[in-house]
């Protein structure tokens, strides 16, 4: 006998778990909505605000998970300064050696927001 396959077709029961007052079920749900981030970034898009509140909550000791999250749907929205903002607030979760399209984006866009402020410094001193 075979074992079926479990299929995820909505991050709506995840992202329901945000507002539980457990901390572990926020765990769960933001270690899960990460797992699935890059299918269901539309409908946690949705949730951002609630994500971003539990990264601003000091209380809350998974912020960069938080962090990490909010970064990757700012990404997929095309939100690059604020993607790289909130990976930046990851810290060591924000995995520069990862192979994929987000790091790559995400570290370019961090050496081009360098070379310009460096840029910019250099015309300032003239």
């Known amino acids: 006998m075979a074992a079926a396959a479990t299929m995820v077709s909505s991050a709506g029961g995840l992202l329901a778990m945000l507002n539980e007052s457990h901390p572990a079920l926020k765990l769960h ?3 899960n909505l990460n797992a699935f981030v890059d299918y269901f970034w539309p409908e946690i898009s949705t949730s951002v605000p609630i994500i971003e509140s539990l990264y601003e909550d000091e209380e809350f000791d998974q912020r960069p998970l938080a962090a990490l999250l909010v970064s990757k749907v700012f990404y997929y929205l ?16 924000f995995d520069v050696s990862e192979d994929s399209d987000y790091v790559h984006t995400l570290l370019a866009k961090a050496i081009d927001e360098y070379a310009s402020l460096n840029t910019k410094a250099a015309e300032d001193t003239r």
């Open 78 to 93: 095309g939100e690059l300064n604020d993607s790289l903002s909130y990976a930046l607030g990851a810290g060591h979760l």
């Open 29 to 31: 749900a933001l270690s």
